[in-house]
């Protein structure tokens, strides 16, 4: 089948520390992986995408890697600020794009 | 204002009872999605919908109905509300031209069933 899974949280880091939260698939034929970011009493935004192995998508200081061999699109960031913290999501999608898989999210802290 | 909207953003009900939630968008994207968010469970799909009057099951459709008569709206009912589905409801859409897979979700409606 296919399903996504998080590292569990939450994860809380000081300010401009590093950021890695682990995502990895299955899937039943070639996906197109993302991460969703949702900010505390908003619904969920499209943070960066890949489309295909060796993509890496980018946004907002954030990146992530398709990584067919080990079926993983880890989300990293260099520097963490107070502002990123928020509810993180993996998602994948097959085919057409109506059937979207997420991950359990994983909550950020971000500490001054 | 453009954009996705539910209403309501919050409500109470009890067992047994029906309970609507709406979703609007302001885009005339073609699909539409209901989403529940749920500790340990990330979001999982109820339903979706590709164009008015087509609409097909997700993941958990079990006690909900939707319908969409027109592009615009998307409603989502519980006819006989459970404890179960005390939940957070996410509405979202997608353009059907566009190659990116986004979705655009609305801000939730959060359904306590007592």
């Known amino acids: 089948g296919n399903s996504v899974t998080q590292m569990e949280g939450p994860v809380t880091l000081s300010e401009e520390a590093f950021l890695t939260i682990n995502c990895t698939y299955t899937?039943?034929?070639?996906?197109?992986l993302f991460w969703y970011v949702q900010y505390p009493g908003e619904g969920l935004q499209l943070l960066l995408k890949?489309?295909?192995?060796?993509d890496k998508g980018s946004n907002k200081g954030f990146e992530a890697t398709y990584r067919k061999e080990t079926t993983s699109f880890h989300l990293e960031k260099g520097s963490v600020q107070v502002s990123d913290s928020a509810v993180y999501f993996c998602?994948?999608?097959?085919?057409?794009?109506?059937?979207?898989?997420f991950g359990s999210g994983t909550k950020l802290n971000v500490k001054p | 204002d453009a954009g996705i909207t539910q209403s309501p953003r919050y409500k109470i009900t009890e067992t047994g009872r029906q309970v609507t939630l709406m979703c609007h968008q302001t885009?005339?994207?073609?699909?539409m999605f209901w989403y529940r968010q749920d500790l340990g469970h990330g979001l999982r799909l109820i339903y979706y919908?590709?164009?008015?009057?087509?609409?097909d099951k997700g993941e958990v459709p079990d006690g909900y109905v939707v319908s969409r008569s027109k592009t615009e709206n998307f409603p989502l009912t519980l006819e006989s509300a459970t404890r179960s589905q005390t939940s957070v409801y996410f509405c979202?859409?997608?353009?059907?031209?566009?190659?990116?897979?986004?979705?655009?979700f609305g801000e939730g409606s959060r359904l306590t069933v007592l």
């Open positions: 979202a859409s997608r353009d059907e031209g566009l190659d990116t897979g986004e979705l655009f």
């Open positions: 998602a994948l999608t097959l085919y057409n794009f109506n059937k979207f898989y």
């Open positions: 885009w005339s994207h073609s699909y």
């Open positions: 899937a039943t034929g070639y996906p197109s």
């Open positions: 919908s590709a164009a008015a009057d087509i609409t």
């Open positions: 890949a489309t295909k192995a060796d």
